[in-house]
């Protein structure tokens, strides 16, 4: 995990379709109810305060696997589907986006008085965590955007996103109550985004000399300047290349889809005779489920789930996407009234594929697969913010974005 991390995620354009915003709150609920049911609650919230996993999250929901728009339109769409069964599932998504993120202390005031929990402390905690971030934080970020998700047991995660407009970037902060012993030293599980010039971080555990001078350090310049960023970079393009992800990951996912690697495979037979592009999604899915914390440090894999609503690494495959959603409710729903079985098979699918991963040399397959993958869209009604896929037409517009957004330099990514 990314523990301070330059992830930098550009700001991208297309408004957010219906049909992919409505599929994002099935997919991404039923994902979250998994976790919830196999590691609990507590496991939920520690994955929301994994940047990484976050990423990857937005990823297999259809966003682009780098976009700082991630963090509004998964949040957005969970709000909408957790809360309603919050009294059973035990977890609230709080705050929000703009004027929605002022609303988050009386939300937390509701859900405490109900849960008899300390609503006075859990609202202090939110005011600071907004407070370090926006203020300790000297980064050049302004804040826009703030949720609080918290349990029924009082446990929280804050994650929070600042936007600088002069280079049209994002950076996110994420918090897990269990890891902060102290709000204004090393809070934060995650801090993601790209360096933009020098960072006064107050909030870090070395800057305990700032903090007890910090009067002076306002009357002049410090000579050293506390920078913490380091990691993975998020580049200013839209494309997925294959520098961007785990080949023989991906090869491993392939291989079970298309190749009948799943027929090794005795216990998986219950998923026989499923897509193997709805098998391909589900074993991307299974991972973000079941998968353990080290192995999202490519993001971008995740998105060939079941596409990209900007058409990178492909449009959505909107079949495959409504199987691997029915599938999933399916095993949550089951495994409700005691019937398991289809859920401990998606987690013997990902152990599968992760076995396979050691027997797997994957070729340069890399343009292939995005060939093969936009020719099945324009044959078979893949969609991007542009509405269907149009044969030779919305690769072509797609293929400017970078141009469009970014201007001519060439990406060195």
Same mark, same amino acid.
């Given at each position: 995990?990314?523990?301070?991390?330059?992830?930098?995620?550009?700001?991208?354009?297309?408004?957010?379709?219906?049909?992919?915003t409505e599929r994002?709150?099935?997919?991404?609920? $039923?994902?979250?109810?998994?976790?919830?049911?196999?590691?609990?609650?507590?496991?939920?919230?520690?994955?929301?305060?994994?940047?990484?996993?976050?990423?990857?999250?937005?990823?297999?929901?259809?966003?682009?696997?780098?976009?700082?728009?991630?963090?509004?339109?998964?949040?957005?769409?969970? /709000?909408?589907?957790?809360?309603?069964?919050?009294?059973?599932?035990?977890?609230?998504?709080?705050?929000?986006?703009?004027?929605?993120?002022?609303?988050?202390?009386?939300?937390? %005031?509701?859900?405490?008085? /109900?849960?008899?929990? +300390?609503?006075?402390? *859990?609202?202090?905690?939110?005011? #600071?965590?907004?407070?370090?971030?926006?203020?300790?934080?000297?980064?050049?970020?302004? *804040?826009?955007?703030?949720?609080?998700?918290l349990s029924d047991?009082?446990?929280?995660? $804050?994650?929070?996103?600042?936007?600088?407009?002069?280079?049209?970037?994002?950076?996110?902060?994420?918090?897990?109550?269990p890891s902060v012993?102290?709000?204004?030293?090393?809070?934060?599980?995650?801090?993601?985004?790209?360096?933009?010039?020098?960072?006064?971080?107050?909030?870090?555990?070395?800057?305990?000399? $700032?903090?007890?001078?910090?009067? =002076? #350090?306002?009357?002049?310049?410090?000579?050293?300047?506390?920078?913490?960023? %380091?990691?993975?970079?998020?580049?200013?393009?839209?494309?997925? %290349?294959?520098?961007?992800?785990?080949?023989?990951?991906?090869?491993?996912?392939?291989?079970?889809?298309?190749?009948?690697?799943?027929?090794?495979?005795?216990?998986?037979?219950? #998923? +026989?005779?499923?897509?193997?592009?709805? *098998?391909?999604?589900?074993?991307?899915?299974? @991972?973000?489920?079941?998968?353990?914390?080290?192995?999202?440090?490519?993001?971008?894999?995740?998105?060939?789930?079941?596409?990209?609503?900007?058409?990178?690494?492909?449009?959505?495959?909107? @079949?495959?996407?409504?199987?691997?959603?029915?599938?999933?409710?399916? $095993?949550?729903?089951?495994?409700?009234?005691?019937?398991?079985?289809?859920?401990?098979?998606? +987690?013997?699918?990902?152990?599968?594929?992760? %076995?396979? @991963?050691? =027997?797997? =040399?994957?070729?340069?397959?890399?343009?292939?697969? *995005?060939?093969?993958?936009?020719?099945?869209?324009?044959?078979?009604?893949?969609?991007?913010?542009?509405?269907?896929?149009?044969?030779?037409?919305?690769?072509?517009?797609?293929?400017?974005?970078?141009?469009?957004?970014?201007?001519?330099?060439?990406?060195?990514?």
């Open positions: 995990m990314i523990n301070s991390g330059n992830i930098g995620m550009p700001l991208h354009f297309g408004k957010m379709p219906k049909w992919l994002m709150g099935k997919m991404g609920s $039923a994902v979250i109810e998994s976790v919830a049911q196999n590691y609990g609650k507590s496991e939920v919230l520690s994955r929301f305060s994994n940047p990484n996993w976050f990423q990857a999250l937005g990823a297999v929901m259809g966003m682009q696997w780098n976009s700082s728009g991630v963090t509004a339109t998964v949040l957005g769409s969970l /709000k909408r589907k957790i809360n309603p069964m919050a009294s059973e599932l035990g977890i609230y998504i709080l705050g929000g986006k703009g004027r929605y993120s002022w609303q988050a202390p009386n939300q937390i %005031k509701r859900v405490s008085d /109900k849960h008899g929990l +300390k609503g006075d402390e *859990l609202v202090h905690s939110c005011q #600071l965590t907004r407070r370090v971030d926006n203020n300790a934080v000297q980064d050049g970020y302004n *804040l826009y955007q703030q949720y609080f998700i047991e009082g446990e929280w995660t $804050a994650i929070t996103q600042g936007m600088n407009t002069r280079n049209r970037r994002a950076r996110r902060y994420h918090w897990h109550s012993r102290s709000f204004v030293e090393d809070p934060h599980k995650g801090i993601v985004g790209m360096q933009n010039g020098k960072i006064l971080n107050l909030a870090d555990g070395q800057a305990d000399f $700032a903090r007890k001078n910090i009067v =002076s #350090l306002t009357k002049e310049r410090p000579k050293d300047v506390l920078d913490v960023y %380091k990691g993975l970079s998020f580049p200013n393009r839209h494309e997925v %290349k294959e520098s961007d992800v785990n080949m023989t990951r991906l090869a491993s996912v392939l291989n079970m889809a298309y190749n009948s690697e799943i027929n090794n495979f005795e216990d998986l037979l219950m #998923l +026989k005779g499923v897509g193997p592009r709805t *098998l391909k999604s589900l074993a991307l899915v299974s @991972e973000v489920i079941h998968g353990d914390p080290t192995r999202f440090d490519d993001p971008a894999r995740f998105s060939f789930a079941v596409g990209g609503k900007d058409g990178r690494p492909h449009p959505v495959d909107t @079949e495959s996407y409504d199987e691997t959603i029915e599938l999933l409710q399916d $095993a949550v729903e089951k495994a409700k009234m005691g019937d398991k079985e289809k859920s401990a098979a998606l +987690k013997r699918l990902h152990k599968a594929t992760v %076995k396979n @991963e050691k =027997s797997i =040399s994957p070729l340069s397959f890399f343009d292939d697969l *995005l060939d093969f993958e936009w020719s099945h869209a324009e044959k078979n009604g893949g969609k991007t913010f542009l509405g269907d896929t149009v044969k030779g037409v919305t690769k072509a517009i797609m293929s400017i974005q970078n141009t469009t957004l970014y201007g001519s330099k060439k990406e060195k990514n």
